[in-house]
């Protein structure tokens, strides 16, 4: 239920872009792989509209009468300086004309035939290949990427101008990323508790989120590498994005003449505290040499925001399934994702972004949005980030994303009231001090045995909040698709088993985690897009074409039906 308009990108973000599109667009010869033919340096689309997720065309209200929301997760009244307020998109299908069709087509293939067709044996050992590093650590990319193939290179200069993967996923006990040669490479992998519904495992994929920030923030004042002040500093982001004390290992303050306890003196601190509110006088500072740049002005501070240089990097995966039957993440890569942020905007600047985007909307309700950039440089978004992705292609190794296949990403990523500075993760990393703190990597602890946790919602108090999806949803997923889930969770009028619900409470893994057999099989699923390329017409792991789904939305079915089910802003994650 996305809303539409024209994006235009501010400053430096947009210099960035135009000389990243002053190449040849589409003149390299076109790449055949399976059954769709990319010219991967064009930027023409067959869906014009692939920024709306196809979640979006959810079907919200039964035969019966029944009402299903799974739109409050996404859409929601959002906290400042997210200006987004989108709660409104969970009463109404506000869609331009060209996009009341549902053309995410691949929902409604059956793939019955080719899913049987692949032994179990078949995808197991494809999906513990690993296709991001070689038999001998580097990284299969980094390397293809220093001689860029020509159909790559969308400048046609013979270099890669975006991101060269360069994380080695070697993570020592803290969730440090380290190079074969021992050093850091700045990446932080941290554990979080994964958003509702499509990225639970049992619907369809698993994944990781690393943090980077820029090397400023690695530094003490002096400017030699300091990883004490690196974890300060990624504490007291997360205390900013959060807007909430965030408890850290005893720190001496006078080493940093910082006062992160906020008790008035320079002591041992064992928490950031938040308290930032600049027109009452109160301030947050960084540490180290980042301390020193904020005070020139050339890095920035501020509640909800991350400073610029802020990279991320996520890696979405098949479902492994282990020799003793358990759920796990997958050595292979279906998407490696990666996003920066360019340019600092202030409260200011993001509310008139969100207001200009509002007027768009109401002055050319039937404009699609517009993104700016390309296969090699990535695509950016108003709110100062760039966005670039590598995907399987049909034998299996990551190429780079077409533009079309990056616009995917875009709508998620631009105008959401769920995100915190358009990220979903680090504002639900956890916390726990028996669990790291929430730094480490799935490969070195599962999620299996993680509590549910809670969410303070305004006006409703605190609530369980995977709970809450199942009891709004009645289901699992979006598209209500997920039988396992429905079997396992919900008794035949619909309403919740009592033992379900206190297992999930004890132990997320029991609703995330889809059996071995659902595991292989949405692997076999997800396989067959990869052999087609048929990306651009969806990217969901349906077995059976998807019933609960809009086609089309006629000028009566606009409305969803949810007027009495839209929940209040969630304000924060209590772990």
């Known amino acids: 239920m996305k809303k539409t308009g024209v994006f235009f990108l501010l400053g430096a973000v947009l210099l960035f872009v135009t000389a990243a599109c002053g190449g040849g667009g589409g003149s390299a010869s076109p790449t055949t792989e399976g059954t769709v033919t990319y010219p991967l340096l064009s930027k023409s689309v067959k869906n014009e509209a692939a920024f709306i997720p196809s979640q979006c065309y ?3 209200e039964g035969e019966n009468g029944e009402k299903f929301n799974p739109c409050y997760s996404c859409h929601k ?26 053309h995410w087509t691949n929902l409604f293939v059956d793939r019955t035939e080719a899913v049987v067709a692949q032994s179990d044996s078949e995808i197991l050992s494809y999906v513990r290949q690993d296709n991001y590093k070689s038999s001998d650590g580097k990284i299969i990319l980094a390397e293809k990427l220093k001689s860029v193939p020509k159909e790559w290179d969308f400048d046609g200069d013979g270099s890669w101008g975006g991101y060269t993967p360069d994380c080695y996923f070697n993570f020592d006990s803290e969730g440090f990323d380290k190079n074969p040669s021992g050093g850091y490479t700045g990446w932080r992998a941290y554990a979080y508790a994964p958003f509702l519904g499509t990225f639970w495992p049992t619907n369809g994929s698993t994944d990781d989120v690393l943090i980077r920030l820029s090397d400023i923030f690695m530094k003490d004042e002096g400017g030699s590498f300091s990883l004490d002040v690196y974890k300060i500093n990624l504490a007291i982001v997360e205390s900013l994005i959060k ?21 008035g003196s320079l002591g041992t601190a064992s928490v950031i505290e ?13 540490v180290g040499l980042a301390k020193t740049k904020l005070a020139a002005g050339e890095v920035h501070l501020a509640a909800g925001l991350f400073p610029e240089g802020t990279e991320f990097l996520h890696s979405v995966r098949y479902i492994n399934v282990t020799d003793g039957g358990d759920i796990d993440i997958a050595p292979r890569m279906k998407e490696l994702r ?27 309700p039937d404009r699609l949005s517009v993104y700016y950039g390309d296969i090699e440089y990535g695509l950016s978004n108003p709110q100062g980030w760039v966005f670039q992705a590598f995907i399987e292609d049909a034998k299996g190794d990551l190429r780079p994303q077409t533009y079309e296949e990056t616009v995917f990403c875009m709508g998620c990523h631009t105008r959401l009231g ?18 790291k703190r929430g730094w480490f990597h799935w490969t070195q602890k599962s999620i299996k045995g993680m509590p549910e946790h809670k969410v303070a919602y305004e006006g409703k108090g605190d609530q369980y909040e995977y709970t809450m999806y199942l009891q709004q949803n009645i289901a699992g997923d979006e598209f209500r698709d997920n039988d ?8 035949a009028d619909g309403t919740l088993k009592t033992d379900m619900v206190n297992a999930l409470h004890s132990d997320v893994s029991v609703l995330l985690f889809p059996s071995s057999a659902r595991a292989l099989t949405l692997n076999k699923a997800y396989r067959t897009i990869v052999k087609e390329q048929s990306f651009v017409y969806g990217r969901d792991a349906n077995v059976k074409p998807v019933t609960n789904v809009h086609k089309t939305i006629s000028p009566q079915d606009k409305p969803t039906g949810l007027t009495d089910f839209i929940l209040s802003t969630a304000t924060s994650l209590i772990f």
Request: proline share 3%.
């Open 274 to 286: 938040y308290d930032w509110l600049p027109t009452a006088g109160r301030y947050m500072y960084y």
């Open 338 to 364: 990666y996003s920066k942020k360019l340019m600092w905007m202030t409260y200011s600047d993001l509310e008139y972004e969100a207001y200009d985007e509002f007027k768009e909307e109401y002055d050319f």
């Open 243 to 263: 807007k909430k004390d965030i408890a850290i290992d005893p720190v001496d303050e006078t080493v940093y003449g910082v006062d992160l306890d906020k008790n």
């Open 77 to 102: 009244n959002s906290v400042e300086p997210n200006y987004t307020n989108d709660d409104d998109l969970q009463e109404t299908y506000t869609f331009a004309e060209y996009a009341n069709t549902n």
């Open 418 to 435: 769920a995100t915190s500075d358009t990220v979903f993760t680090y504002s639900r990393k956890y916390e726990d001090s028996s669990n």
């Open 484 to 491: 396992e889930v429905k079997a396992k969770f919900f008794n």
């Open 58 to 60: 959810t079907v919200t």
